[in-house]
């Protein structure tokens, strides 16, 4: 299935097809849909019964063919106590619908958008609904051999949201259509197969975003060992993949403004290098390039919605194999800040590629502040597991808007702590320092290495190993990649920057 359609329209229910309507702990109807099963004598509040249907949040009830009406079914969703519902919330509602609607292979329905308690639905919260209807209707079905039953498939789900005002609720949507699209290019880069999605690939991906107004940027090879990237160069040298780094502009703000700058590792597949990985799992490897997808679905969102802001999408792209030209274990390297490093371990190789993509940044662009992602360490799984990303940051204003953006969104994060302390651990005999400090804190080493890196800029570093990959499912995701971080750095944005 494509993904979903999201339209509004004003209150009115349909004829024939499929309604959604809300339904609270109390088990009252909106005013809407109760006037509704009032003049088809109360089948649907007979449906609730029978069903002991107690419309706990997010929770549906499938009413087949209703007596009394030529609907095809009714889709009674839970809402819970709705005075305790949150912005994050209504996506969630969204979220049940689609999936309700997919399993019951629904090609188009009706959603009354409408309160059980009476009180006023925003048009944000509307817009809130379709973006989850959005989020939970992408899927990943491109090497799936066609089967002989496809054509039964809807080919699209049509939402079409049934709200108090369509005018306002569609303004508010434009802006969330577009985190939509960015969420989806995201999860698409991140599943596509490392065969086919090499670092040329995902440079040329990204240079469809000029259609959107952004600059793009692709720094070849040659340009790199010009310039002395070497800590990025010496992870790409096994693999006959060349080496990329893309800057993406997007200038929507005032032309002398100082640009806000985001930072993503594209590791494009990383076997370990010498250091090889098990081969247990390996395969999620196509994946190490989160950061970068993140980046770069931002980047859309951010010029989909006409942000007024000046911002600055920096990825590094490369492969880590082990051929014969690979680094080894004892390199040494002189990244392109002149800071000597020693490889320790080849497969803490997405820091190598972050601490150049961060000087450049810092050096040539001069943004007001840098926020970096990357799948960067298993460790982050251990301290937080799957439901947070690990949040790193030297400026407490920086960090704290950046955790309101994602309670506010559900993306959240939780921050690690950072201290001259733990650099002894990176500490290096044979160079200025060592690119893994042990096993011991190896998310807040890995953190301390790239601080080195941004000088007095303030920054903040997210670890996103937990929740790029591997996502348990939601009412928003169906699991293993959510797009997680876009939705969370474009509240971020929209919240503190633009039109400053």
């Avoid at 009115?12 to 959604?20: F, I, M, N, S």
């Avoid at 619908?97 to 009180?119: N, P």
């Avoid at 039964?152 to 005018?167: C, G, I, Q, R």
């Avoid at 490369?318 to 030209?325: C, I, Q, R, Y």
Wanted: proline residues 4%.
């Amino acid at each position: 299935m494509s993904r979903p359609t999201v339209s509004f329209a004003k209150f009115a229910v349909p004829d024939a097809g499929v309604l959604v309507v809300f339904l609270a702990e109390d088990l009252a109807l909106s005013p809407t849909a109760a006037a509704f099963d009032a003049k088809i004598g109360g089948t649907l509040a007979r449906a609730v019964a029978k069903a002991a249907f107690k419309a706990k949040p997010f929770t549906t009830l499938d009413v087949v063919a209703p007596a009394g009406t030529e609907l095809d079914r009714v889709i009674l969703v839970g809402l819970g106590d709705p005075a305790k519902l949150t912005e994050k919330d209504w996506a969630r509602l969204g979220g049940a619908v689609t999936a309700k609607l997919v399993e019951v292979k629904a090609s188009a329905a009706t959603v009354v958008v409408e309160r059980a308690d009476g009180a006023a639905v925003t048009a944000e919260e509307a817009a809130d609904i379709g973006l989850g209807i959005r989020l939970r209707g992408w899927s990943f079905d491109a090497y799936k051999s066609k089967k002989k039953d496809d054509d039964a498939e809807p080919k699209t789900l049509k939402a079409t949201l049934a709200v108090e005002n369509p005018s306002a609720a569609k303004k508010a949507w434009g802006a969330r259509e577009a985190v939509a699209d960015g969420s989806d290019l995201t999860r698409d880069l991140i599943c596509e197969p490392a065969n086919v999605l090499g670092t040329e690939e995902f440079a040329k991906k990204a240079e469809k975003l000029e259609k959107l107004g952004v600059e793009v940027e692709v720094l070849g090879e040659k340009e790199l060992k010009k310039a002395g990237w070497n800590a990025l160069l010496g992870v790409a040298q096994g693999s006959k993949r060349p080496p990329r780094v893309v800057i993406m502009r997007w200038n929507g703000g005032e032309k002398d403004a100082a640009p806000i700058a985001f930072v993503g590792k594209g590791v494009v597949f990383d076997s370990g290098g010498i250091s090889i990985k098990p081969a247990a799992g390996m395969e999620d490897m196509k994946g190490d390039m989160g950061g970068a997808a993140v980046v770069t679905g931002l980047m859309h969102a951010l010029a989909a919605r006409k942000a007024k802001v000046n911002v600055v999408g920096a990825i590094g792209l490369v492969e880590n194999m082990p051929d014969a030209g690979a680094q080894r274990p004892g390199d040494i390297v002189t990244s392109l800040s002149g800071q000597t490093i020693e490889v320790i371990n080849t497969d803490a190789e997405g820091r190598l590629v972050l601490c150049d993509v961060l000087w450049h940044v810092k050096e040539e662009i001069k943004p007001a502040f840098i926020v970096d992602l990357a799948t960067l360490t298993g460790a982050i799984l251990v301290a937080l597991g799957k439901l947070n990303g690990g949040l790193f940051a030297n400026d407490d204003t920086l960090a704290n808007r950046i955790t309101a953006a994602g309670l506010a969104t559900g993306e959240t994060v939780w921050r690690m702590p950072l201290s001259p302390d733990y650099d002894k651990l990176i500490d290096s005999t044979w160079a200025d320092m060592k690119n893994t400090g042990g096993r011991d804190a190896g998310s807040i080493t890995a953190a301390q290495f790239l601080k080195r890196f941004v000088g007095d800029v303030p920054w903040a570093h997210l670890d996103i190993a937990g929740t790029a990959m591997g996502s348990p499912a939601t009412e928003l995701n169906k699991g293993w990649t959510s797009g997680w971080g876009v939705r969370l750095l474009d509240r971020l944005v929209a919240d503190h920057y633009e039109g400053k």
